[in-house]
């Protein structure tokens, strides 16, 4: 047995080469990037400044307001899409004809790039000709048309994460609906011979089975939305007044429209062990679920 | 199943030793070591932007007549979005992907101080530095030195509605002052023609900086004092400039888009006739004097921008080819450049983008393109303000667009708005 020890290591060469090429030497590259003052992008000998670049970072109010910004897409966005996916589910695991239509149907805005899908809300949104003000207004629930995405950092805050909801409900729908195809049908039929009601079986039987699916598909949208670029990029370029400047926004600014590397690798580190916690979260979650599989 | 013993501790060992390793790379030169001059002939590629000025027809034509002229040269043209213009230029440098790339006005001091584009001051003409406008000339010079050739010469001017303000009874000539633009503004807007008069690029980016740079101008400011070692616009014309736009806005002139506005849906709004004036670059006179994507051709005029107590200063918006630090073949590049930037091929596309050479302005063939554009550029092109030249501008100008639009938006007073902007600023220059 130990003969294919040699051969195993030479097929898995190949994968491990990609790996350290293209994320373990980069990551290590930024890392010590971010202990530099790298102000132009061309190799050469830069001063050594330790945690300077994270001491700048963690005073500098720019990036308090970004991680506040941060922090508001991820929870308005992961629980609105739950919440939204949670119902959009159980109307997928619903008996009915032309099932497999509404499920293909309902998979397509995750299909969409996220660039596509920032475009077209910018255009939704637009307040001179979009979409939606002239729905809004043709339904008179509005006498003139609004600027949804300059007029209030705010507001414009919370169309990102419309936008955002829209497209990422459909993967969240996708992942419960397996959860709840898992669960035997009979739990909840014996429930009903006990008398309980719909909402019962939901709350006591369903939600329960439900829980380990529901926890792992909120980390991961958790940790995706943290790292939004994309769609804020295309739909608003950080503004009004930086509304809706992320972390990583903010650290593209910085790094390429002001030529401050390593001051962009230390806010990207900040980004990385914030997304590390969540990742080992989420791999605790898989192991209690194998677990309790076994 | 044979186990595959990875020695764990050796692994965790070889990724501690990671950032080491990664550390030995930093050394050098901190500038391109890849460039070279090349034999003048082969393939060069071209990075240029799809926006105002030379369309991408233009150009791509531009380039064809290029290569039958010199047909051992072949140029690969790649065009992106302003926005994105800098990024790329950047992000491409190390690599030297790019031969040839179009800059901005506002990024000689930070690319040729980075050797991002190399120094032509050897190979510049002594004739071009008179033969050329002022204003151009400026484009690609920083600190005495060349790093590329003026290509596109511009600068915002007003235009206007002629129809609508027919409409009003606004005579034309009382827009030669901001004060006169609000008069009329104001009468437009209790005439009911339109809504909001007035459309802006206030969006925050450039765009922004560019109008408040102008208007900061009409009112005597300075972005910074004369050796560029203090801020000095939150205070004098560069408050009042920002007071002036807040009151617009107050008083339901300037239509409220204006803040999620770019150029372009400055041009597309007023091209829809949704406005009255608006401040935009050379090419929308002709943009919006084309019916088939104007709804208001044929009544579009233009005039140079309007003055205030400081005079009348243009925003310089003008852009220069330069041959990229990393280009290896630099020759063919400075021959592509030579010949793009040429009086003849700038009169030829005069109408997309007016020449940076003071004889094209007399030359009939370039006049008879647009003679009421070339009255208005030859007047305002004579004097120019430009942003601050100084290797940082970038960041400085991303904290002025967040802390003027906080002003705009009605959350900051314009005092503490530009004072804020000053505090972060200050330690830039």
């Known amino acids: ?294 | 199943m044979p186990e595959l013993h990875l020695p764990r501790r050796a692994l965790l060992a070889a990724a501690a030793l990671l950032p080491l390793t990664a550390a030995c790379d930093v050394g050098g030169s901190n500038s391109p070591d890849s460039g070279g001059e090349g034999s003048g002939e082969g393939k060069i590629t071209a990075l240029f932007m799809q926006q105002a000025g030379y369309s991408e027809a233009d150009i791509r034509a531009m380039t064809t007549d290029f290569q039958a002229k010199y047909p051992k040269i072949t140029v690969e043209p790649t065009f992106v979005a302003y926005e994105a213009l800098h990024d790329k230029i950047v992000a491409a440098a190390p690599a030297g992907t790019y031969d040839v790339v179009l800059i901005d006005v506002i990024w000689p001091a930070e690319f040729g101080s980075k050797k991002i584009v190399t120094d032509v001051t050897g190979q510049f003409p002594a004739a071009w530095k008179t033969d050329m406008l002022g204003g151009a000339l400026k484009t690609a010079e920083y600190q005495g030195k060349y790093y590329g050739v003026p290509w596109i010469l511009d600068s915002k001017y007003l235009f206007y509605n002629t129809e609508i303000l027919g409409k009003a009874g606004v005579d034309p000539t009382s827009l030669s002052t901001w004060d006169g633009v609000l008069a009329a503004a104001a009468k437009i807007k209790s005439a009911n023609l339109v809504k909001h008069p007035l459309i802006w690029s206030w969006k925050q980016a450039e765009a922004l900086i560019c109008d408040y740079t102008q208007l900061l101008g009409a009112f005597g400011g300075k972005f910074l004092s004369d050796d560029f070692k203090s801020i000095a616009f939150d205070s004098g014309g560069g408050l009042e400039a920002l007071k002036w736009m807040k009151k617009t806005i107050d008083d339901g002139l300037t239509n409220p888009n204006s803040m999620e506005s770019l150029e372009e849906d400055v041009r597309k709004i007023f091209s829809e006739g949704s406005a009255a004036m608006a401040l935009n670059w050379t090419y929308m006179f002709n943009a919006a004097n084309d019916p088939a994507q104007s709804k208001v051709a044929g009544k579009v005029e233009v005039l140079p921008t309007p003055s205030a107590s400081g005079g009348s200063p243009g925003v310089n918006g003008s852009m220069a080819l330069c041959v990229s630090g990393g280009s290896k073949n630099q020759k063919a590049a400075w021959t592509y450049i030579s010949y793009l930037t040429s009086a003849e091929v700038q009169n030829k596309y005069a109408k997309s983008s007016l020449p940076c050479w003071g004889k094209s302005y007399d030359d009939a063939a370039v006049v008879s393109v647009a003679p009421k554009m070339v009255a208005a550029a030859k007047k305002e092109l004579a004097s120019l303000i430009s942003r601050p030249e100084v290797p940082r501008y970038n960041e400085i100008s991303q904290i002025l667009q967040a802390e003027l639009q906080q002003a705009l938006l009605g959350k900051k007073a314009p005092e503490k708005a530009l004072a804020d902007a000053a505090t972060q600023a200050k330690s830039l220059l």
């Open chain 1, 1 to 294: 047995m130990r003969k294919q020890a040699p051969l195993a290591a030479a097929l898995l060469l190949p994968a491990a080469l990609v790996v350290f090429g293209v994320v373990l030497w980069p990551a290590g590259r930024a890392l010590v990037i971010s202990f530099l003052d790298v102000d132009s992008p061309f190799p050469g000998a830069y001063p050594f400044v330790g945690l300077g670049n994270y001491a700048d970072i963690l005073t500098n109010p720019r990036f308090w307001a970004a991680a506040q910004h941060t922090l508001y897409f991820t929870v308005a966005s992961t629980t609105l899409e739950v919440v939204l996916g949670l119902g959009l589910a159980h109307l997928l695991a619903a008996p009915m004809r032309f099932r497999w239509l509404f499920r293909a149907i309902v998979i397509l805005p995750w299909a969409l790039p996220t660039i596509v899908n920032g475009a077209m809300w910018r255009w939704i949104l637009n307040a001179e000709y979009g979409a939606l003000n002239a729905l809004l207004t043709q339904l008179h629930l509005m006498d003139d048309y609004h600027s949804w995405l300059g007029a209030d950092p705010f507001l414009a805050l919370n169309m990102v994460v419309v936008a955002d909801v829209w497209k990422n409900t459909s993967l969240v729908a996708f992942f419960l609906l397996a959860g709840l195809s898992a669960i035997p049908a009979e739990l909840g039929e014996a429930a009903r011979i006990d008398g309980a009601g719909s909402f019962r079986v939901f709350w006591r039987i369903t939600l329960p089975l439900l829980r380990p699916t529901l926890a792992a598909v909120l980390v991961l949208r958790v940790i995706e939305a943290f790292k939004v670029f994309d769609i804020v990029y295309v739909m608003t370029g950080g503004g009004p007044a930086s509304g809706t400047q992320t972390i990583t926004f903010l650290t593209y600014l910085q790094a390429f429209s002001a030529q401050r590397f390593s001051y962009g690798a230390a806010l990207a580190y900040l980004t990385v062990v914030a997304v590390l916690l969540l990742a080992l979260i989420y791999l605790r979650l898989l192991r209690q679920q194998e677990m309790r599989a076994l």
